[in-house]
T-cell receptor
Framework: QKEVEQNSGPLSVPEGAIASLNCTYS??????FFWYRQYSGKSPELIMS????GDKEDGRFTAQLNKASQYVSLLIRDSQPSDSATYLC??????????FGTGTSLTVIP | GAVVSQHPSRVICKSGTSVKIECRSL??????MFWYRQFPKKSLMLMAT?????????EQGVEKDKFLINHASLTLSTLTVTSAHPEDSSFYIC????????????FGNGTRLTVT
């Protein structure tokens, strides 16, 4: 079983809609959860960190964490074409080991 | 804060030559740095974990004699691709963690290696 699993997509949403990206992880002792965005040909950039159960909002982005169900999600409100990218979910246990999902490709259609 | 600088951004070399890629943490000390490789439209693949002052830990299937990693200071790690071949052409990305508990990984901008 992979440490972190994501639906590879592609996920397509119309401009202005909510994009919902999901991630599950296998290790219950995981403590830190991150979402990265990666544009084609570029390196990943951090967009959200979440550590506690519940929701965390930052602009149009909301990260949701449910440790009991071992899933993390990312909601993107008012999706824009510039949000089209691959979104990587990452999980850390101890702070010096990071596990990445394979990424979900998102396309926002104008 | 937490900026990671990676150079060069692009390099083209001939088959059989060696290429060195540098990864620097500009505003923090990175005890641990990570090297990834990514083929087109594929996911990140961890190659090795680099710890300052000690030997790197390589993932299964990664040849340590081909991909030499040196982490001589708390702000610099280098990856040398020795005797490069066309199949080594890929996108190499370094990342570093600040050592602060629960902090994320910060990525360099990556190096596009093309071996002709």
């Amino acid at each position: 079983q992979k440490e972190v699993e994501q639906n590879s997509g592609p996920l397509s949403v119309p401009e202005g809609a909510i994009a919902s990206l999901n991630c599950t992880y296998s290790d219950r002792v995981s403590q830190s959860f991150f979402w990265y965005r990666q544009y084609s040909g570029k390196s990943p950039e951090l967009i959200m960190s979440i550590y506690s159960n519940g929701d965390k909002e930052d602009g149009r982005f909301t990260a949701q964490l449910n440790k009991a169900s071992q899933y993390v999600s990312l909601l993107i409100r008012d999706s824009q074409p510039s949000d089209s990218a691959t979104y990587l979910c990452a999980v850390s246990h101890t702070g010096n080991q990071f596990y990445f999902g394979t990424g979900t490709s998102l396309t926002v259609i104008p | 804060g937490a900026v990671v600088s990676q150079h060069p951004s692009r390099v083209i070399c001939k088959s059989g030559t060696s290429v060195k890629i540098e990864c620097r943490s500009l505003d923090f000390q990175a005890t641990t740095m990570f090297w990834y490789r990514q083929f087109p439209k594929k996911s990140l693949m961890l190659m090795a974990t680099s710890n300052e002052g000690s030997k790197a830990t390589y993932e299964q299937g990664v040849e340590k004699d081909k991909f030499l990693i040196n982490h001589a200071s708390l702000t610099l790690s280098t990856l040398t691709v020795t005797s490069a071949h066309p199949e080594d052409s890929s996108f190499y990305i370094c990342s570093a963690e600040t050592g602060v508990y629960n902090s994320p990984l910060h990525f360099g901008n990556g190096t596009r290696l093309t071996v002709t």
